[in-house]
């Protein structure tokens, strides 16, 4: 199995001031994603990151608001744009095992908005 | 759409008592399925998974059988832990090629809480 390591773990942040959340994991990973899970709830995928290519966001995410970056394959970015008290989640990445269609999960980053 | 339902929570349990988290499911074509556990304060780990009809995915005295016919994957427990107390999460992965390949689909978690 991938170990990923995600920084940081937490943090509390400014209204309207932006955080990049790194991802790293110890072995290369073509498909790598970002989600988001806010209090009491399940996960949200917000968009597939692979290397050598865009990301792929989904529906009710966009680019503007959460820019992400995959320069190699054993890590990526995700930054929160513009924070809102509504962005308050934790944000977790996850990598693909595609010879067993896993996916493995970073610890998360937990995220408050003042 | 993909879609995963769980079974309304919390669930509170004494210890060695048995369990059952229900999750039935909504995809095209054959997907793999899958149950992740959070433990409070942690991320994702995978519990157990299945890929195909009439799979039994276990781990940790947890099981689940892949049920194509009631479109089914409920995890049962014979005996559970107080280390058991975590949020259960039932997802799927459809297998489809291109842009869906990969994706996991959650149902809504169901929290366990398990009293000495």
């Known amino acids: 199995s991938a170990v990923i390591s995600q920084k940081p773990s937490r943090d509390i942040c400014q209204r309207g001031t932006s955080l990049t959340i790194q991802c790293q994991v110890d072995?290369?990973?073509?498909?790598m994603f970002w989600y988001r899970q806010q209090p009491g709830q399940s996960l949200t995928l917000i968009a597939t990151a692979n290397q050598g290519s865009e990301a792929t966001y989904e529906s009710g995410f966009v680019i503007d608001k959460f820019p992400i970056s995959r320069p190699n394959l054993t890590f990526s970015t995700l930054t929160v744009s513009n924070m809102s008290p509504e962005d308050s989640s934790i944000y977790l990445c996850s990598v693909l095992d595609r010879s067993q269609n896993i996916q493995y999960f970073g610890a998360g980053t937990r995220l408050s908005v003042l | 759409g993909d879609s995963v339902t769980q079974m309304e929570g919390p669930v509170t349990l004494s210890e060695e008592a048995f369990l059952t988290i229900n999750c039935t499911y909504t995809?095209?074509?054959?997907?793999?399925l899958f149950w992740y556990v959070q433990y409070p304060g942690e991320g994702l780990q995978l519990l157990l998974k299945a890929t195909k009809a009439d799979d039994k995915g276990s781990n940790k005295g947890f099981e689940a059988t892949y049920r194509k016919e009631t479109t089914s994957f409920h995890l049962e427990k014979g005996s559970v832990q107080v280390s058991d107390s975590a949020v259960y999460f039932c997802?799927?992965?459809?297998?489809?090629?291109?842009?869906?390949?990969?994706?996991?689909?959650f149902g809504q978690g169901t929290i366990l809480t398990v009293h000495p």
């Open positions: 997802a799927l992965s459809s297998g489809a090629g291109g842009t869906s390949y990969g994706k996991l689909t």
């Open positions: 995809a095209t074509g054959y997907p793999s």
């Open positions: 072995s290369q990973v073509t498909m």
